[in-house]
């Protein structure tokens, strides 16, 4: 028989008793949605985990005096300057794997506008570059220039959140609020983030320059800084950075071969490997012990395949009479269980992409700030219709392989 | 050449410890277009010998020979394929397959050769249907029809590919007098317009007078072979005396 004929046969066949076909592929259903659903929710932990590293800055490592070598914090005993602007500036001069750097003081201090106060999580004080190393974007304004820094002009950009608390969220490019009584003027509003991972509010900020916030702000005559941002050119390329940035501040430092580093870099990549490792992992896992349900499924198919079999003796005993061959008779049950396993996938689907949905709309409406990002991965989709299949056929080779054996007078002569 | 020659067919049943000769030594010559009654006491191997002629079942010994061809040694492929083009079934219970119409039971051989396209096929069920009177019934499934109305689909189902040999294993069987008088006009008519072969297991003596040759089985022998349907009744009532 002609293979589109025999898939109408089998289709027919599947037709005619939809409510037996719908519970045989129950467990199919079942298990394809639970692939799709939990395969789903882990690519989004892991992309939502991405997003947040990106959100933290493009390949950013963070360097930060003192040491964190053999256990413990050792700070350079009397306080020495460790870390300083101009180290910043070689990084980004001698270190080939460094794209830009900024310096960093942060200070913390009550925001003051007109009889309005405000305390920031953070106020940071960094350079022009700052806004790339941060991936941060201006909504409204500008972004400070260099000659800003070098000028120590009184400047900040500050963040949504800083805007609606203290500003009542009106348009405030221009306006003027005090820090520590310093007047500056806000001349950009930058682009919100939102929640991070730990449910932190990104946009709780305000930058200024460096420059300023050292000796205007904080008044320190020290020319420390409290941390350098330092960006890689790539991703794959943080590792290398770290080692440049590693010895190039060793040899500025003048560190001996057997002493310890005077500083730490932290490079988010570390980290971030391990996140991914740890989310594949996570995907891989709860994909399999769906697919398990899957397997189970496709016993429920050989189940009510072979019970099939059994009450349709007579009508393979009319088939052979008329001339089908036991492999005719093979193919068409063996048909119906794929088309059947594949039409029971292909709910599945459907199922799961719907329970995935309807899942990140509650766990967005559930968790206040952090967006929880919807994910329906398409190799899902396919590799679990195809097993889908591959379980129908596995499974239903045996009941099609009893059927084609059976005898063509005792099938037309059962009851 | 006879179209069909039996030789020394034998079917053996083993059931358990008791051999079972359904036929013994059967031996049977048809031509193209002769239209034969098999008649014989209940048990007498009529339905035994029909599954042998209709390539179904193959005998324990004997030869079979279709066309010229020894069926015996064949695969269960080519038997199924002689079942498909050479052999018209015709059952008591006619056998048509209850979830589908009629147009679709008589076009189930046509499946299976697969040498017609759809449009074809579909040409071909109505003709055969039109034949058979059932033509405005053709998407009627088994359950709507009377008796006598599955049967002619069923006959229109065997003559699907136009198959010399038409099989009948009491056709009638399950049909009042007069649809079973219908179903025995077409057979004749089939007979001698088309020059179909028609074999036919009956009881019924008035359904077998329509036949123009006679078999009569007795434990699984053939008794009489006549044209004479008065020889073969007074064969029958001997055998059915004999074994009552
Ligand atoms: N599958 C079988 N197994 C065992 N015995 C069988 C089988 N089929 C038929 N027989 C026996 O073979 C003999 C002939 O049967 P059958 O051809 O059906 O007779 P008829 O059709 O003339 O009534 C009977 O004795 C029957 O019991
Ligand atoms: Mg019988």
Redesign the pocket.
């Given at each position: 028989m002609h293979p589109t004929l025999t898939l109408r046969v089998a289709l027919r066949a599947i037709g005619k008793n939809k409510m037996r076909a719908g519970l045989t592929v129950l467990g199919i259903v079942i298990g394809v949605a639970a692939v799709i659903v939990l395969v789903s929710v882990s690519q989004s932990a892991g992309l939502m985990i991405h997003q947040q590293f990106q959100s933290l800055g493009t390949n950013v490592l963070f360097v930060i005096p003192g040491s964190q070598q053999g256990g413990g914090i050792h700070l350079p005993t009397g306080s020495i300057v460790t870390l300083v602007a101009t180290d910043a500036d070689a990084m980004t001069a001698e270190c080939p794997a460094v794209l830009a750097t900024s310096p960093m003081v942060s200070a913390r201090a009550q925001l003051v506008a007109g009889n309005q106060n405000w305390s920031p999580d953070q106020i940071y004080g960094v350079n022009e570059k700052y806004l790339t190393i941060g991936n941060w974007r201006i909504k409204k304004g500008d972004y400070f220039t260099a000659n800003d820094v070098h000028a120590a002009a009184k400047v900040c950009v500050i963040g949504k959140t800083v805007v609606d608390n203290l500003l009542g969220g009106m348009d405030c490019v221009g306006a003027t609020i005090r820090i520590k009584n310093i007047p500056f003027q806000v001349i950009g509003i930058l682009e919100p983030k939102g929640a991070n991972l730990f449910g932190q509010d990104q946009d709780n900020i305000v930058l200024a320059p460096y420059t300023t916030i050292k000796k205007r702000v904080s008044g320190s005559t020290f020319n420390n800084i409290d941390a350098v941002f330092v960006s890689a050119r790539a991703t794959d390329r943080m590792q290398e950075a770290d080692d440049q940035v590693t010895q190039l501040l060793r040899q500025r430092h003048h560190i001996r071969h057997s002493t310890l580093d005077d500083f730490t870099v932290h490079n988010s990549s570390e980290v971030a490997n391990v996140l991914n490792i740890i989310t594949t992992v996570m995907t891989l896992l709860l994909g399999s012990v769906a697919s398990v349900s899957l397997v189970v499924g496709g016993v429920g198919i050989m189940n009510i395949m072979l019970v099939s079999v059994t009450e349709r003796t007579r009508e393979i005993g009319i088939r052979l009479a008329v001339g089908a061959r036991s492999r005719d008779i093979l193919r068409q049950f063996l048909v119906e269980a794929v088309v059947l396993s594949t039409l029971g996938g292909a709910i599945g689907v459907a199922f799961g992409v719907l329970v995935a949905i309807g899942a990140t709309c509650a766990a967005n409406a559930l968790l206040s700030g952090a967006r929880w990002p919807l994910t329906i991965s398409l190799n899902a989709i396919v590799v679990s219709l195809v097993f889908a299949g591959s379980v129908g056929m596995f499974f239903g080779y045996y009941p099609a392989r009893k059927a084609s054996k059976l005898d063509p007078i005792e099938s037309l002569r059962y009851e | 050449m006879p179209l069909i020659q039996l030789r020394d067919i034998c079917k053996t049943?083993q059931?358990g410890e008791v051999q079972?000769h359904?036929l013994r030594n059967a031996s049977l010559n048809i031509d193209r277009g002769e239209y034969v009654a098999l008649m014989?006491p209940?048990?007498?191997?009529?339905?035994?010998?029909m599954n042998m002629l209709g390539c179904l079942d193959r005998p324990t010994s004997g030869s079979y020979l279709l066309d010229g061809e020894e069926v015996v040694d064949m695969s269960s492929d080519q038997r199924a394929r002689l079942r498909n083009r050479k052999i018209g079934f015709v059952f008591q219970n006619f056998n048509l397959l209850s979830r589908t119409n009629a147009l679709e039971n008589v076009e189930l051989p046509l499946l299976y050769s697969g040498h017609l396209r759809a449009g074809r096929r579909r040409e071909r069920v109505r003709l055969l249907l039109r034949k058979v009177g059932l033509e405005s019934r053709m998407d009627h499934h088994p359950s709507q029809l009377s008796g006598g109305q599955q049967q002619r689909v069923a006959i229109a189902r065997a003559l699907a590919n136009q198959p010399p040999i038409l099989l009948a294993d009491e056709p009638t069987g399950n049909l009042d007098s007069h649809t079973s008088r219908e179903v025995m006009e077409l057979f004749g008519q089939l007979n001698r317009e088309d020059g179909i072969t028609i074999i036919l297991?009956t009881h019924d003596q008035a359904v077998a007078r329509n036949a123009l040759r006679s078999v009569v089985?007795h434990d699984?022998q053939v008794v009489c072979d006549s044209t004479d349907f008065g020889r073969a009744t007074a064969a029958l009532y001997q055998t059915e005396g004999a074994n009552p």
């Open positions: - | 049943y059931l079972v359904a014989g209940s048990g007498s191997g009529k339905t035994t010998l297991v089985l699984g």
